[in-house]
């Protein structure tokens, strides 16, 4: 288990936290000002013409964000409602991913929300759009905006001083906040962050306590997809390889399923696989990688390479999060429901 104390002062630890931490507070207070800009109207943002939902974070990626926003299109999926998502495109590899797990989905990728927008909706009319990692995109307007927090570092200064785009005191804005790695630390520790968050959302109306973490679904060869049964894991001896964002929650989940881990390959977040970073797996019998990893070693895996694959899973706090998307969607089924109404009506005249 993760242990670390809560606290929206965390920085990088040494001299170098100390030098930078003057820096990190000015980053914040330069995003600080961005948001009151766009809040007084002094930067434009546009309103998209359908229901949107942002996901995202107030730190540098690897907070569990893509399983849950395919938790997201999972139940959109369920519940016959058609799905735009607009994103950044970071490296690719998230959006290889969705367009295997979702093909259904319209997803277009753009630094620029505004034109991809734009572009979304020439080719395609989706019922709900949504954002991915757009917490912090502000010039598109949105319904319900969800947060999530890495339990295991929830808190921190901001860059160059720490991992944060911006202050804990922006989770202000969220409509809603989830603990994702929740199984990690202690339920102290969880009180410590839904106690911290209190005081910087403080005045505003309590949030539901919604905690969450990603469960092991399967493992499958990248070159045969051949499934290994996962009671097969325990025990075994493998190496893992990630260029995810917080390569250590990956480490946990395998040796939670009981594998033992004899080596690791690191790489930076969104990176691309050369022929070395491929070749270190050649001397151990098993290498696990993620699925965000495996998109990217099709046609070139080794075959000791095998996906782990994963799904999102509600610790508390699930009813509420289900209640809070099914009140977005309503303007959604009352669209619906409206011409069948007036149809009915008028059979009655």
């Not at 600080?32 to 540098?60: C, D, E, M, W």
């Not at 607009?86 to 290889?96: K, V």
């Not at 990176?271 to 990893?293: F, R, Y």
Request: charged share 25%.
């Amino acid at each position: 288990m993760v242990e670390r104390g809560v606290s929206s002062e965390r920085i990088l630890g040494g001299p170098l936290g100390v030098v930078l931490a003057p820096l990190g507070a000015l980053y914040a207070g330069v995003a600080a000002i961005r948001v009151s800009a766009y809040q007084r109207h002094l930067f434009k943002s546009v309103r998209p013409p359908l229901p949107t939902l942002s996901i995202g974070n107030i730190s540098a990626g690897g907070t569990g964000k893509t399983p849950l926003l395919f938790s997201i299109l999972a139940w959109m999926k369920e519940h016959q409602l058609s799905a735009g998502v607009l994103s950044r495109g970071y490296g690719g590899d998230e959006g290889r991913l969705l367009e295997a797990r979702f093909p259904e989905v319209s997803l277009i990728e753009n630094p620029d929300r505004v034109s991809g927008l734009s572009e979304m909706l020439s080719a395609s009319k989706p019922d709900i759009l949504l954002l991915d990692d757009g917490f912090q995109h502000l010039r598109l307007q949105r319904d319900l905006d969800v947060v999530l927090i890495d339990a295991t570092r929830p808190f921190g200064r901001c860059f160059p001083a720490g991992l944060f785009r911006e202050s804990a005191t922006a989770l202000r804005r969220a409509d809603l906040v989830v603990v994702s790695r929740a199984s990690l630390v202690s339920e102290q520790t969880l009180d410590e962050i839904w106690h911290e968050l209190k005081r910087v959302r403080g005045g505003l109306a309590d949030l539901p306590r919604i905690e969450g973490d990603v469960q092991l679904l399967e493992v499958r060869c990248i070159n045969t997809d051949e499934q290994l049964p996962l009671a097969s894991l325990v025990g075994a001896e493998a190496m893992l390889a990630c260029g995810i964002g917080n390569p250590q929650s990956f480490n946990h989940l395998c040796e939670r399923a009981g594998v033992k881990v004899v080596a690791t390959r690191y790489l930076r977040d969104h990176s691309s696989w050369n022929e070395q970073h491929i070749a270190a797996g050649a001397g151990h019998p098993l290498v696990l990688v993620t699925e965000k990893d495996a998109v990217k070693l099709q046609g070139r895996a080794l075959d000791n390479m095998f996906v782990v694959r994963v799904d999102w899973e509600f610790q508390q706090g699930k009813e509420a999060w289900w209640q809070a998307l099914d009140e977005f969607v309503l303007p959604v089924r009352a669209a619906r429901i409206e011409p069948l109404w007036q149809a009915h009506l008028e059979n009655m005249d």
